[in-house]
């Protein structure tokens, strides 16, 4: 087609006409980004009714507008694709095929590095215009850029939008960590409060209060001793906290939530902490640990109050023991340095509180209620909790080795069983080893039994597909599932031609690749830009921005139709080809065996992060169009990264 056309051009021109038709003008100009940083611009002026072609056109398709930029000498450097406007996209009269070409002007935008003293350069431009009838035989125009009389970037308005965006992410994201943090601190807070009500420590506050306002010589001093003594407790579990952060590290704990030794790990010693909890038997620490302690206590001073909140510390294990164990390990599997810290602050900050405020206001420890059967029923529950959170990292396991053992609806009716029984236990059906009888049932007990039972009903749309998003932190994302599109559905129905190296991903059905070269190849040949998702399959905020903001209508539309999506697992356990087995960059004499080893160094060495999620967007020479970002729940603030990005590739 393109030869039979380039045929009819050179007749026209050669035969039959007398005059020489010029429908094109060029001109150019330089605007000056910093000292060596140049915009060279190169503006079509296009006769009326004449067009001039794109840069990409189809295959068998007119000639494209080609820029060649002389840098014979090595003085510049070309920094991405030369752009183009935004020109139309139609059906062409003269090929027959949807091209996009100009009309009236068409201005091309190349952006270089200059390299020691220039003041021109030289270029060309290889063209070919038609209009509804013929077509010109491609031309060559030269072009020259004369840098000594650059004006000011003109594009400030883009550069300030695309600043004034990623200030705002930025300022999402650190809100996010922020928030992430504060949600750490709020949940060991809870969690020591349930401690608190456990038959280890309830029972010990009335009696560590009277020792100290007894033995005291006055009321003031029995308060500062419990006071010590609070501030003695929050010391040892934050020092615990700190020797995880120490003996770990930020990196160690970051691959927590992906090494499947690790989460195999914590599973098994949630289910033991949970049976325990039931009532099958009890953790102990050694007792010669605690009549140590027991003796060092009575030195009296400081020394002995320490040694009085050590001791509080070791009696207490069989109840506070799995709770501890468990902030940590979800403290520490969130990949923050300072999570576990953290944790230990709320958790101890709750145990410590009662102490020192009994100790105050001793007259409020008569409005405490009795100890008795409700202790353990806060154990049988906390062991309910701990038996579900434990399924989450064994599902962490089978996700990162892909193993499909506990795909989605499995995962979700085991929840149900537990929560499940959990509400039967609280309306008094199920009896457990150390349970008081039940003559009745509490309006509290009651009350939580029918909020267990409502969230039971609410998981059991999940084996149907439901997305479920109160909790879409816990469970396999949707498309890890025995029916990713929905049960009786078999497939996303007909999408036309799926590229080599891409795959829908349910349920959403977006376009992705999982190979970088074959996204990026796919990209250039269909014009868009690229995004890459730094993920894992076992990372809870990447699933949290799957099911929470990808969602979005406005973001599902971008993600599926303005970008091409590359999601690159760096947790992937699948062994590199022989031929891409190569030695780690990071670790000199280490080969990279597996896929997700790739990815992850391709992450750090690149961007300079190993956390997921990490969102970048890029054009087509690998150039950042703006800032990536982490996570970013804020499903307004991602969009607007989005849009900026897509706008700037555009532009």
Same mark, same amino acid.
């Given at each position: 087609?393109?030869? /039979? ?50 840069? =990409? ?73 038609? *209009? ?24 400030? =308005? ?15 994201? #650190? ?111 050694? =007792? ?65 509180? $009662? ?33 579900? /959170? ?70 059991? $749309?999940? !084996? ?22 929905? +049960? ?10 799926? $590229? #080599? ?5 349910? $349920?959403? =059905? ?6 970088? *070269? ?45 970008? +091409?999506?590359?999601? !690159? ?57 703006? #800032? ?5 729940? *804020? ?17």
């Amino acid at each position: 087609m393109r030869n /039979l056309f380039l045929f009819f051009a050179l007749l026209t021109v050669f035969v039959g006409r007398s005059q020489v038709l010029e429908p094109v003008k060029w001109s150019t100009s330089v605007e000056k980004i910093a000292d060596t940083e140049y915009v060279l611009i190169s503006k079509a002026t296009i006769d009326s009714g004449w067009h001039l072609y794109s840069q =990409n056109v189809p295959q068998d398709g007119p000639i494209p507008t080609t820029f060649t930029f002389d840098d014979s000498e090595g003085q510049i450097q070309l920094v991405g694709n030369t752009s183009e406007g935004k020109g139309h996209t139609v059906n062409d009269p003269v090929f027959e095929m949807t091209i996009k070409f100009f009309e009236n002007t068409a201005i091309f935008k190349q952006k270089i590095n200059v390299k020691g003293d220039v003041s021109t350069v030289q270029a060309f431009v290889e063209f070919m215009v038609c *209009d509804d009838a013929r077509c010109l035989p491609p031309t060559e125009v030269d072009l020259e850029f004369k840098l000594s009389e650059a004006t000011a970037a003109t594009d400030t =308005n883009i550069a300030a939008t695309t600043e004034k965006v990623q200030k705002e992410v930025s300022q999402a994201i #650190d809100s996010s960590s922020e928030k992430g943090i504060w949600s750490i601190f709020f949940i060991a807070f809870l969690s020591g409060f349930a401690a608190l009500l456990t038959p280890c420590v309830f029972p010990m506050i009335p009696m560590t209060v009277s020792f100290f306002t007894k033995q005291s010589k006055n009321k003031a001093v029995g308060i500062r001793n419990a006071i010590i003594y609070g501030i003695s407790i929050i010391a040892i579990y934050v020092l615990l906290g700190i020797l995880v952060s120490l003996i770990f590290g930020a990196d160690a704990l970051n691959a927590l939530s992906t090494n499947v030794w690790f989460n195999i790990i914590f599973f098994v010693l949630l289910i033991i902490f949970a049976v325990s909890f039931l009532g099958a038997f009890e953790i102990m620490l050694p =007792n010669s640990w605690a009549n140590k302690v027991d003796s060092q206590a009575d030195r009296g001073g400081l020394i002995g109050i320490f040694f009085m909140a050590l001791a509080l510390a070791i009696v207490s294990f069989s109840c506070t023991g799995p709770i501890v164990g468990t902030l940590l390990v979800e403290a520490a599997s969130g990949g923050s340095q300072i999570g576990p810290i953290v944790g230990m602050l709320g958790f101890s900050l709750a145990i410590a509180l $009662p102490f020192a405020l009994f100790a105050a206001f001793p007259g409020w420890l008569n409005s405490l209620p009795k100890s008795g059967g409700w202790l353990n029923t806060v154990k049988v529950v906390l062991g309910f909790l701990e038996l579900a /959170l434990a399924f989450k990292f064994l599902s962490n396991a089978d996700l990162v080795l892909q193993l499909h053992w506990l795909e989605r609806e499995v995962f979700i009716a085991i929840w149900i069983a537990i929560f499940g029984a959990l509400a039967f236990y609280l309306f008094g059906k199920i009896q457990l080893p150390h349970d008081s009888p039940l003559s009745h049932i509490s309006v509290g007990r009651l009350s939580l039994g029918l909020i267990v039972l409502a969230f039971t009903i609410y998981m059991i $749309p999940g !084996l149907w597909g439901a997305p479920l998003n109160l909790i879409s932190a816990f469970p396999p994302p949707q498309h890890y599932s025995e029916s990713p599109y929905g +049960v009786g559905v078999a497939s996303a129905g007909a999408h036309g031609d799926i $590229p #080599d190296g891409a795959h829908l991903m349910p $349920p959403h =059905n977006i376009l992705a690749f999982n190979d970088y *070269d074959k996204g990026l190849a796919y990209a250039k040949k269909v014009g868009k830009p690229v995004m890459i998702d730094f993920t894992g399959h076992a990372c809870v905020n990447c699933r949290k921005m799957e099911q929470n903001v990808w969602v979005k209508p406005n973001i599902l539309k971008k993600l599926k139709n303005d970008v +091409v999506l590359i999601s !690159l697992y760096v947790d992937d356990k699948r062994k590199l080809d022989a031929d891409d087995v190569v030695e780690s960059k990071l670790k000199p004499g280490k080969k990279l065996k597996y896929i997700g080893q790739k990815w992850s160094e391709l992450q750090t060495i690149k961007y300079k992060t190993n956390s997921q999620p990490f969102y970048v967007l890029m054009d087509h020479s690998e150039n950042n169009l703006i #800032d990536p970002v982490a996570y970013t729940p *804020d499903a307004e603030v991602y969009n607007k990264w989005l849009e900026t990005g897509i706008s700037n590739f555009k532009k």
